[in-house]
């Protein structure tokens, strides 16, 4: 177990400096190298106490390192959440003995999400605007956040057009390309600035393919996040 983790961590620091110099080939490689490794570390059978405490340090570690990225955050609560059914549900018992060890959860791929990963108790609690759009580009989901962002009621966004609030001319030349790409599978991620009663800002948009648990894709999880244009406050 601790080699597994252990190879884990090394992968994913080779991972974050391959983000932070821009490699995208070389983050590829590590990203597919990390999925079975994760894989292991989660499906390992837990023969001690000391080993499923090591499987739930490792998922929740995971969880503070990747806190700004709403589908992981999403994606291993689930983990979490299956790790606890697995040993716990069946008996409260702390002892692991007797425990039904071999009863393994489905592992959700990567980029996938259905009612149980997407959680809308854990996606309100973000202090990112972050909302789930269709297919069709109609709003699924949509957090306190960004609903009162667009002054109105996350019930009163719910199936309707995104176009309603972005306007068609924004809609046409920058939003629908990216939501196509991400529809196509791809994790989109892109900033641009605006400006608001004299004040510039940066805004980010990450979106990510969300799919239920048999692969069908229900929409983009978008995640934005707003900050004052430091080089203006730098030039003031």
């Known amino acids: 177990m601790n ?39 989660y499906d390992e059978r837990a023969a001690s106490v000391e080993d499923a405490r090591l499987q739930f340090q490792f998922l929740i570690d995971i969880l503070r390192m990747e806190a700004d990225d709403v589908a992981c955050v999403l994606r291993h609560s689930q983990l979490l959440q299956s790790l606890i059914d697995r040993y716990f549900a069946a008996t409260r018992s702390t002892d692991l003995a007797g425990l039904d060890l071999e009863r393994a959860p489905k592992f959700p791929s990567k980029g996938r999400a259905d009612e149980g990963l997407l959680n809308e108790a854990i996606l309100d609690c973000f202090p990112d605007r972050i909302a789930v759009i269709t297919p069709d580009c109609r709003y699924l989901y949509t957090n306190p956040v960004n609903a009162s962002h667009l002054d109105s009621r996350p019930m009163d966004l719910i199936g309707r057009h995104i176009v309603e609030f972005i306007g068609l001319q924004r809609f046409e030349q920058r939003v629908k390309a990216y939501l196509d790409r991400c529809f196509a599978g791809e994790v989109v991620d892109y900033t641009f600035a605006k400006t608001v009663d004299s004040r510039t800002a940066v805004v980010r948009c990450r979106m990510t393919p969300c799919r239920s648990s048999t692969g069908k894709l229900i929409g983009a999880i978008l995640v934005i996040q707003e900050n004052a244009d430091r080089r203006r406050a730098i030039a003031a």
Do not use: C, M, N
């Open 3 to 41: 080699e597994l983790i252990e190879l884990f961590w090394f992968k994913y620091s080779q991972l974050q400096y391959a983000v932070r110099v821009a490699d995208e080939h070389l983050i590829g490689i590590l990203d597919r190298e990390l999925e079975p490794i994760l894989k292991a570390v």
